[in-house]
């Protein structure tokens, strides 16, 4: 359906897309995935699809309707994260500011872009400990995690353990 020349799809097609989106979040966010969801996902897509055609040019099949939405996710979630990174910069002069719009506004709520940025607030970080050839490293490691750990009670054994690896 969709021309070579990929005309752009117009703004009340991408609101009637966010606002179909809004009342249908688990295929927004992409959870119908078992094989029941998979047909009602299809389904949906059908309806919008059909929704969207009959706004006017462009025609897109569900595919093309698919990537639209894949994108604009995309294109919103990278203005986000340049707004994220120019604002803690350093430099001289004012950080550079990229404007959000309403709908990519309501699509950062929506899919929760700002946990895809900022990462999730409150959690623990947990690491492996880097393999090392140094002695020192070793020790300064087995102190400040093994001797601490609840439940070693002979860190120094366990400090013999990790030399040998």
């Known amino acids: 359906m969709e021309s070579s ?10 609101e009637l897309m966010v606002q179909f989106m809004t009342s249908h979040s688990d295929l927004a966010k992409g959870y ?3 094989p029941e969801a998979r047909q009602k996902s299809k389904q949906l897509w059908l309806n919008l699809s059909a929704n969207l055609n ?16 894949a994108d604009f996710k995309v ?33 950062i709520e929506l899919v929760d872009l ?3 940025v900022d990462g999730m607030q409150r959690s623990l970080c947990f690491g492996v400990a880097h393999e090392t050839n140094s002695n020192s490293q ?11 750990v609840v439940g070693i009670e002979n860190a120094d054994e ?3 353990t990790l030399k040998q690896v």
Do not use: C, M
């Not at 020349?5 to 991408?14: A, G, H, I, Y």
């Not at 070793?138 to 601490?148: F, K, N, Q």
């Open 114 to 116: 700002n946990q895809a």
């Open 32 to 34: 119908l995935k078992s």
């Open 158 to 160: 366990e400090f013999e």
């Open 54 to 69: 009959a706004e006017g040019p462009p025609q897109r099949d569900v595919v093309g309707w698919k990537k639209v939405w």
């Open 5 to 14: 020349k990929n005309p752009n799809t117009k703004t009340s097609q991408f």
């Open 75 to 107: 294109h919103t979630k990278a203005k986000l994260r340049k707004n994220r990174i120019n604002i803690s910069a350093t430099g001289s002069g004012p950080p550079k500011y990229y404007s959000l719009n309403a709908l990519e506004e309501k699509v």
């Open 138 to 148: 070793l020790e300064d490691y087995t102190e400040s995690v093994g001797a601490s």
